[in-house]
């Protein structure tokens, strides 16, 4: 096979005139599609020292953008080395500096990849930051998967280039999306403690393969302490359920009045995945049984039309539940914002429809959504909400297209978060039909939907106790 010609690494630490063009298209970009993106530990970013951002990798291209965003040095991406091919996108992945890596799954085992190592070590020398994702592809599912001794072996190889003298590190991080394939859902990026490759020189000099296995698993470890980790990907419904459920007990103690940020969820669903383990490992039978509840209750809410398959993270907790004020308030905000949101709906009705229908028809995967619907959507959008510009502008003028045109994102965004609202409270046309077709097994779910909270605050104050009774380590 002949290998991908890495291109010249572009100088480190200032990005190019094209790459901040880019960067400030793609934040335009990113700000419209995600709601909010929260970062933490942005203060591990060191702007004088060579690193290595190594991410886990959920959702396709979204990542590497999202990444681009937050370190203000220019990046040089580790992308495998069928994208180069692609027209026109490759021609600016190498125009960014970005080094291409061959796949041996993509090359039947027969790679070469001494020219991206050599960019590598091009770009670490001069202070540079390089982002390569560990877990060798993007995937479905809320967990880190095995990491790859890529990142380590570009990290010691660098390292044992300098005699040991570069100081490089490698920068965990966490990449969590509330719900992913989502337009105005949240992001919480965690950035943990470096990782300094000087600890491994000494191995490495000795023993290579024991330095790269060593390095390789504190990252993984690292990894897995920053991004959520579901173990087994069945139980992913079942721990978005009891993310559901745990929310509902905590509004009842009166907390999170105001909703959680995406850092705060990302926290809960973590606590909620280590007592999950916690209640196996000490009583599997109950742990099966209530499994079996979780799956029965989320069969019968998908035979209701009711949705039953949610991301973990989806849950926010902001809708207003508790109480009958809030309830109140609720009813008031959707009386009274019903004819905006129907603006909001009826002028985006073309954009939206026609995006549902391609995404139907193209069908991509979960983890390539995001990026179907940011690339797709913005064309849509832009293209069609212009042709309706354009046709007031010719029946009522430029004046009113102008206002006209200063209302459809503001309206859309309106209706969004209506219609988010009606659905928490199964304001909906699926929720309404279930009420009205299926009164009896709806009470019956309500039922059972108490009985498992109900349970879930007794062993959530269980588990809460033993960490309190817990010696001190």
Not at 130 to 149: D, M
Not at 151 to 180: K, S
Request: aromatic share 6%.
């Amino acid at each position: 096979m002949e290998p991908v010609t890495p291109p010249s690494a572009p100088r480190p630490g200032t990005p190019s005139r094209l790459y901040r063009g880019l960067r400030a298209t793609v934040r335009a970009g990113m700000k419209a599609f995600y709601r909010t993106i929260e970062v933490t530990g942005s203060e591990h970013l060191d702007g004088a020292r060579p690193a290595i951002l190594a991410s886990n990798h959920p959702n396709s291209i979204i990542d590497p953008l999202l990444l681009g965003l937050i370190e203000r040095r220019q990046v040089a991406f580790c992308a495998r080395d069928g994208l180069f091919k692609v027209p026109i996108f490759g021609r600016v992945l190498r125009s960014v500096g970005a080094i291409p890596i061959s796949r041996p799954t993509d090359h039947a085992g027969k790679v070469d990849n001494a020219g991206a190592f050599a960019a590598a070590r091009e770009v670490l020398s001069g202070g540079g930051v390089i982002s390569i994702f560990p877990e060798g592809r993007t995937h479905q599912n809320l967990k880190v998967h095995q990491v790859k001794t890529g990142a380590a072996r570009i990290a010691l190889d660098a390292a044992a280039a300098t005699g040991g003298d570069l100081d490089v590190a490698i920068v965990p991080v966490g990449l969590n999306y509330l719900v992913r394939q989502a337009f105005r859902s949240d992001v919480h990026v965690a950035f943990g403690e470096p990782i300094p490759v000087a600890e491994f020189v000494a191995l490495n000099a000795t023993d290579p393969r024991a330095a790269v296995r060593a390095l390789t698993a504190r990252l993984e470890e690292a990894l897995r302490e920053l991004a959520i980790h579901v173990e087994e990907d069945e139980d992913e419904r079942i721990i978005a359920q009891v993310t559901s459920l745990i929310v509902d007990i905590r509004a009842e103690e009166g907390l999170d009045a105001g909703g959680q940020t995406p850092a705060e969820r990302t926290a809960l669903v973590r606590r909620i995945v280590e007592a999950y383990r916690w209640l196996q490992e000490l009583d599997p039978e109950q742990t099966a049984v209530l499994r079996r509840r979780l799956q029965r209750y989320l069969d019968e809410r998908s035979g209701l039309g009711l949705g039953g398959n949610s991301n973990a993270l989806q849950h926010r907790g902001q809708s207003a539940r508790g109480g009958a004020g809030g309830w109140r308030a609720t009813r008031r905000y959707l009386v009274l914002g019903a004819p905006v949101a129907a603006y909001g709906m009826l002028n985006s009705a073309l954009p939206y429809l026609t995006l549902r229908g391609l995404l139907r028809v193209a069908d991509p995967r979960r983890d390539r959504q995001a990026l179907f619907k940011f690339l797709t959507g913005a064309a849509l959008y832009g293209g069609l909400w212009g042709a309706q510009v354009i046709v007031v502008a010719g029946a009522l003028g430029p004046v009113v297209a102008i206002v006209y045109a200063a209302t459809l994102p503001t309206s859309a965004l309106f209706a969004l978060r209506y219609m988010t609202e009606a659905r928490l409270h199964r304001l909906t046309l699926s929720g309404l039909r279930a009420w009205w077709e299926h009164g009896d097994r709806l009470e019956s779910l309500r039922r059972e939907r108490d009985a498992l909270r109900a349970d879930l605050a007794a062993l959530r104050e269980r588990y809460l106790a033993q960490l309190t009774d817990a010696p001190a380590a």
